[in-house]
């Protein structure tokens, strides 16, 4: 992936480092769903006109069962001690070997902080109270159809141990980072700014925003005025 323009500029922020960044990217395609027959009955699928608009969901034209491709949510979490974040380095495809932040995908009857809480015990043995995490970064990455909603928790001691889902597990600094051998590159900018906060000891609240073509994340617990809506 390239980026190809530069960072604009920021709100005012307790943060020193909070300022929003946004990269355009060189390439833009619309997904589409995976499928394009009928899990239900094998009939072939249309997409929804709605409005005169074509969407991204469909119905099934011999049975009409609805099918929507709804993205799923990832919940993930910045575990730091110190100025040092959690690592873990996956034990399954995709990306087996390669190294990520804890997280995985919310499981039916979860909450957010418990679905995080799980995939930080099961990946790093580290058991996280819910109530001891705090939002920190949410977001949309429109490519591969999925949500995530990121915490953050300190721990006073590095004991991890890794579970069956990853190969090891280790807090790293910013400059013991495995850079070339991350999991999922696209979102390096994020964990790098969650180093800055780290060194600054002042958190945002993140919103992130990752098409194929354009990636931004700014603060948003310290927003500005309103700016004008469009209305059609
Ligand atoms: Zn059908």
């Given at each position: 992936m390239e980026f190809s323009c530069a960072e604009v500029g920021g709100q005012h922020s307790a943060n020193a480092f909070a300022k929003a960044k946004c990269y355009l990217l060189g390439t833009r395609s619309t997904r589409l769903p995976d499928f394009n027959y009928c899990p239900e009955c094998g009939g072939p699928l249309l997409r929804h006109v709605v409005g005169g608009q074509l969407r991204n969901h469909f119905f099934c034209q011999r049975c009409q069962a609805p099918h929507c491709d709804y993205p799923r949510v990832v919940v993930t979490t910045f575990v730091a001690c110190g100025d040092r974040l959690l690592w873990v380095q996956r034990n399954?495809?995709?990306?087996?070997?390669k190294w990520a932040i804890p997280g995985g995908f919310l499981e039916q009857g979860e909450t957010l902080a418990e679905g995080a809480a799980r995939e930080v015990d099961e990946e790093a043995g580290i058991a996280l109270p819910?109530?001891?995490?705090?939002?920190y970064m949410t977001g949309s990455i429109t490519f591969i159809n999925q949500l995530y909603v990121g915490f953050r928790a300190r721990v006073s001691t590095d004991a991890c141990l890794p579970g069956v889902e990853s190969m090891a597990c280790r807090f790293f600094t910013r400059r013991e980072c495995l850079w070339d051998q991350?999991?999922?590159?696209?979102?390096n900018d994020s964990i790098r700014q969650a180093y800055d906060d780290l060194d600054s000891g002042s958190f945002d609240v993140w919103q992130a925003e990752m098409t194929e073509s354009r990636y931004e994340l700014r603060p948003v617990s310290h927003t500005g005025p309103d700016k004008p809506g469009v209305s059609r």
């Open positions: 399954r495809q995709p990306q087996r070997g819910t109530d001891s995490l705090q939002l991350v999991a999922y590159p696209q979102v």
